[in-house]
């Protein structure tokens, strides 16, 4: 009898040993496993890559807008500078700069001096954004070049800053005549204008 439980254990033991082993089957769902796990990694990083090239690529469009934006500007501040370098009248200077952004003048001072003096402000806080936009050796030369524009509009609206007016034109006139120095700076911010880098 204990010689028939031994062999009964033992035959139990031989059952248990050989569910245990792998087999062949089984060795292949494992592989299908794992490929199936690679496949779906595969699947989502493609997923998330799709999004951020999106996202990268209207990130580039919407700083080539600014960029183009403060290039633009700059390159009007040019005409602007030439025709108020040399225009003595203040009421032309306001109107001519009113007139290069549509916005209409009016018979009431205050009105136009309200009008101008927010033009200024908002060319000047989108001039120097270019620090931020281009590179900073450019974004100091676009806000000094606008600085010296702005300077000649804001005199021409108190009438008792003639000698400042006077003043800030002849500065504005040296810088001018450096055309070499203004087109390196557009030239420059022209090479940021591009929507992929």
């Not at 136009?112 to 200024?120: D, F, G, L, P, R």
Request: hydrophobic share 45%; with cysteine.
């Amino acid at each position: 009898m204990e010689n028939e439980i031994i062999q009964q254990l033992d035959v139990i033991a031989k059952n248990i040993q050989a569910l245990a082993e792998p087999k062949f089957i089984e060795y292949i769902a494992l592989i299908f496993s794992f490929i199936g796990i690679i496949v779906s990694g595969i699947a989502i990083w493609f997923a998330v890559q799709v999004p951020k090239k999106i996202a990268d690529r209207q990130d580039n469009i919407a700083l080539f807008e600014k960029r183009y934006n403060v290039y633009y500007l700059f390159a009007d501040f040019r005409a602007l500078s030439l025709y108020i370098v040399n225009t003595k009248d203040r009421i032309s200077i306001q109107k001519f700069f009113l007139s290069s952004y549509n916005i209409t003048w009016s018979n009431d001072k205050n009105d136009n001096a309200i009008k101008v003096s927010s033009q200024c402000a908002l060319i000047l806080s989108q001039m120097f954004q270019s620090k931020f936009l281009f590179n900073e050796s450019i974004g100091m030369e676009i806000a000094h070049f606008s600085n010296l524009v702005i300077n000649v509009i804001t005199f021409s609206l108190d009438d008792n800053k003639t000698a400042e007016l006077e003043q800030a034109q002849k500065i504005l006139m040296m810088n001018i005549n450096k055309n070499e120095k203004y087109m390196w700076i557009l030239n420059q911010m022209e090479s940021y204008l591009e929507i992929t880098k």
